[in-house]
């Protein structure tokens, strides 16, 4: 039998809803972000960085796109004979066919897959989350303690700790308590969702737990191991890590990787970021063109100017358009004379001529005010803006629009133009 001493598990399976029309057609991890990468890119370069290379990525919403990323691990150098990147998608069994319903119900239905390696460690995470982390010294910290269950921790401010697992640890970082989103938190440590568990003592805990409904780390797995007086410690993170599970936190996500010192440096030499990258041609910038404070995708041709912006890769961008404070996604073109603003442009969108996004007041979006808003505007994947039009803040577009779709070339802030077809 082979004998691995730890293997990763690595969710992906996530709708990200409040990324809105960004995962209409994709999963969460499989978005893009920072001009050539996709969010997946960091956990599973964390992977191979740690010396871990055997992962299990567990896929359900929209997958196409994650798995035509992933293909077999090459830039990751996770192909391999033994081990290597193996991509888990939920498959009817004999008896019942089911979907991943929880986090740790994804695990239990891959537990023949864990099997097959015997690992002394399980390592699980999350593929939604912008960090680097080095997985074998929380791995160390683990050992060390005789723990059975690691969970990484960071501190949060108090006042945002009741949206995160929260963890009591005393003063050896041995866990307390454990409370899931407590209304009145007694600590600032939040879980990252990322574990590292004794094989047996996961193995069991989901086979005992098996029958719950929505089987989930946070709500079952770890009360259970915790009631049965198991030794769980709290490995303390200190580096940068961000959720972007919303809007508004991925487009601050980019805008601070444009920083003059950028927190979160993704040109280190001893910690790469890896991607499958297409082979493009360097960008063209034009003699009439300004840059500034901006990341440029490679096979980028720029015309016009563009200030404190994340441009992805195969984007068009024509002579007189100004984009300012933005995100705009690879294989997009926009045309001459426009003006974007706050903006999320998602991948293979056009924008015809003399377009304006981003203007006007701040008005709450009309439809979905919690998905749609600090004066964003979040433009769909595939959609087309005719020329001509001006589109307010807090604003959402999907599909391919027609000039009948504007009220006198005006889309006012807080309206939601979703095209049939086109899922919000």
Same mark, same amino acid.
């Given at each position: 039998?082979? #004998?691995?001493?730890?293997?990763?598990?690595?969710?992906?399976?996530?709708?990200?809803?409040?990324? @809105?029309?960004?995962?209409? $057609?994709?999963?969460?991890?499989?978005?893009?972000?920072?001009? #050539?990468? $996709?969010?997946?890119?960091?956990?599973?370069?964390?992977?191979?960085?740690?010396?871990?290379? /055997?992962? @299990?990525?567990?896929?359900?919403?929209?997958?196409?796109?994650?798995?035509?990323?992933?293909?077999?691990?090459?830039?990751?150098?996770?192909?391999?004979?033994?081990?290597?990147?193996?991509?888990?998608?939920?498959?009817?069994?004999?008896?019942?066919? %089911?979907?991943?319903?929880?986090?740790?119900?994804?695990?239990?239905?891959?537990?023949?897959?864990?099997?097959?390696?015997?690992?002394?460690?399980?390592?699980?995470?999350?593929?939604?989350?912008?960090? #680097?982390?080095?997985?074998?010294?929380?791995?160390?910290?683990?050992?060390?303690?005789?723990?059975e269950v690691t969970i990484a921790v960071m501190p949060v401010p108090y006042e945002e700790a009741n949206r995160f697992g929260i963890v009591i640890a005393d003063e050896n970082r041995r866990i307390q308590d454990f409370e899931e989103k407590p209304d009145h938190p007694r600590s600032n440590l939040a879980s990252m969702g990322i574990y590292i568990f004794n094989w047996k003592t996961l193995r069991r805990a989901l086979v005992e737990m098996?029958?719950?409904?929505?089987?989930? =780390?946070?709500?079952?797995?770890?009360?259970?191991?915790?009631?049965?007086?198991?030794?769980?410690?709290?490995?303390? =993170?200190?580096? +940068?890590?961000?959720?972007?599970? /919303?809007?508004?936190?991925?487009?601050?996500?980019?805008?601070?990787? *444009?920083?003059?010192?950028?927190? =979160?440096?993704?040109?280190?030499?001893?910690?790469?970021? &890896?991607?499958?990258?297409?082979?493009?041609?360097?960008?063209? !910038?034009?003699?009439?063109?300004?840059?500034?404070?901006?990341?440029?995708?490679?096979?980028?041709?720029?015309?016009?100017?563009? &200030?404190?912006?994340?441009?992805?890769?195969?984007?068009? *961008?024509?002579?007189?358009? !100004? *984009?300012?404070?933005?995100?705009?996604?690879?294989?997009?073109?926009? +045309?001459?004379?426009? %003006?974007?603003?706050?903006?999320?442009?998602?991948?293979?969108?056009?924008?015809?001529?003399?377009?304006?996004?981003?203007?006007?007041?701040?008005?709450?979006?009309?439809?979905?005010?919690?998905?749609?808003?600090?004066?964003?505007?979040?433009?769909?994947?595939?959609?087309?803006?005719?020329?001509?039009?001006?589109?307010? $803040?807090?604003?959402?577009?999907?599909?391919? /629009?027609?000039?009948?779709?504007?009220?006198?070339?005006?889309?006012?802030?807080?309206? /939601?133009?979703?095209?049939?077809?086109?899922?919000?």
């Open positions: 039998m082979i #004998k691995k001493e730890m293997i990763a598990m690595l969710l992906a399976g996530g709708q990200g809803s409040r990324l @809105g029309v960004l995962t209409s $057609r994709m999963a969460k991890p499989a978005v893009a972000f920072g001009g #050539k990468y $996709r969010i997946i890119d960091f956990p599973l370069s964390n992977c191979i960085n740690s010396g871990v290379d /055997t992962v @299990g990525v567990l896929t359900q919403y929209q997958p196409l796109r994650l798995n035509t990323h992933i293909g077999i691990g090459i830039p990751w150098d996770l192909d391999r004979n033994i081990g290597g990147v193996t991509v888990l998608p939920p498959y009817e069994k004999s008896s019942n066919s %089911e979907w991943y319903t929880g986090t740790a119900n994804a695990i239990y239905q891959n537990i023949n897959y864990m099997e097959t390696y015997n690992p002394e460690y399980v390592l699980i995470l999350s593929g939604d989350h912008i960090y #680097k982390m080095d997985y074998e010294v929380m791995l160390d910290f683990h050992k060390k303690n005789g723990a098996a029958a719950q409904p929505a089987l989930d =780390f946070g709500k079952h797995v770890i009360p259970y191991c915790h009631e049965r007086k198991m030794p769980l410690y709290a490995y303390e =993170f200190s580096g +940068y890590w961000k959720d972007v599970g /919303t809007l508004h936190s991925y487009w601050e996500a980019n805008m601070e990787l *444009i920083d003059i010192v950028p927190e =979160f440096n993704l040109y280190e030499e001893y910690w790469k970021i &890896y991607t499958k990258s297409e082979i493009l041609p360097p960008q063209y !910038v034009s003699a009439d063109s300004v840059v500034e404070r901006s990341i440029i995708g490679e096979g980028c041709s720029i015309y016009g100017r563009i &200030y404190n912006s994340v441009i992805g890769c195969g984007v068009t *961008i024509g002579a007189g358009t !100004v *984009i300012r404070d933005s995100i705009v996604m690879n294989n997009t073109v926009i +045309y001459s004379g426009g %003006e974007v603003n706050k903006a999320i442009v998602a991948e293979n969108v056009m924008i015809h001529e003399n377009v304006k996004l981003g203007v006007g007041d701040d008005r709450p979006n009309e439809t979905a005010p919690h998905i749609y808003n600090h004066g964003l505007v979040t433009i769909g994947e595939r959609s087309e803006i005719p020329a001509g039009v001006a589109v307010g $803040r807090n604003t959402v577009i999907a599909g391919i /629009t027609t000039l009948s779709d504007y009220d006198n070339y005006y889309l006012a802030s807080g309206r /939601t133009l979703i095209k049939a077809g086109e899922q919000e």
